[in-house]
T-cell receptor, first 113, second 112 residues
Framework: QKEVEQNSGPLSVPEGAIASLNCTYSDRVSQSFFWYRQYSGKSPELIMSIYSNGDKEDGRFTAQLNKASQYVSLLIRDSQPSDSATYLCAVTRNSGGYQKVTFGTGTKLQVIP | EPEVTQTPSHQVTQMGQEVILRCVPISNHLYFYWYRQILGQKVEFLVSFYNNEISEKSEIFDDQFSVERPDGSNFTLKIRSTKLEDSAMYFC??????????FGSGTRLTVV
């Protein structure tokens, strides 16, 4: 089982719709969860972090975490063509006193004008 | 906003040559990383560095690779005897405790 699993997509949504991106992780002791956006040919950019169960909202983005189900999601409201990118889920856990970060393979999002 | 700086942005090298990729992490960050991304593939962990030593390395990070923090600001990745399959985007990242990474803009390495 992959440590961090994402559907590779592409996920296509019309402009103005809600895009829902999902991520599951295998390690129950994972502590911190992040979403990164990566445009083609560019480096990943941190857009959301979440540490406790529930929802966290930042502008058009909402991260949702359910540790019991080992599931984290990202909702993008009012999707814009500029949101078209690959979204990487990242999960951290302690490993011998050091925090290890593992990335998923990413979900490619296409927002159709 | 603080940035992670990587140089060069693009490096072309002949197979078998050595390359050094350079990074200047954010100054108050404690953890440093190198990742690579082969075109069209996922971001792959290479190595992490904390307290002036390697904390963890992946199976990709074999004897061909080494990292150094030669002074208080630079963090380098050396690849000896480059192979064609080393062609990729190499990202440096740094972070403070319990925060997400800040990535540099990357160095595109092309081995010919």
């Amino acid at each position: 089982q992959k440590e961090v699993e994402q559907n590779s997509g592409p996920l296509s949504v019309p402009e103005g719709a809600i895009a829902s991106l999902n991520c599951t992780y295998s390690d129950r002791v994972s502590q911190s969860f992040f979403w990164y956006r990566q445009y083609s040919g560019k480096s990943p950019e941190l857009i959301m972090s979440i540490y406790s169960n529930g929802d966290k909202e930042d502008g058009r983005f909402t991260a949702q975490l359910n540790k019991a189900s080992q599931y984290v999601s990202l909702l993008i409201r009012d999707s814009q063509p500029s949101d078209s990118a690959t979204y990487l889920c990242a999960v951290t856990r302690n490993s011998g006193g050091y925090q290890k970060v593992t990335f998923g393979t990413g979900t490619k999002l296409q927002v159709i004008p | 906003e603080p940035e992670v700086t990587q140089t060069p942005s693009h490096q072309v090298t002949q197979m078998g040559q050595e390359v050094i990729l350079r990074c200047v992490p954010i100054s108050n960050h404690l953890y440093f990383y190198w990742y690579r991304q082969i075109l069209g593939q996922k971001v792959e962990f290479l190595v992490s560095f904390y307290n002036n030593e390697i904390s963890e390395k992946s199976e990709i990070f074999d004897d061909q690779f080494s990292v150094e923090r030669p002074d208080g600001s630079n963090f380098t990745l050396k690849i000896r005897s480059t192979k064609l399959e080393d062609s990729a985007m190499y990202f440096c990242a740094s972070r403070a405790a319990n925060y997400g990474y800040t990535f540099g803009s990357g160095t595109r390495l092309t081995v010919v």
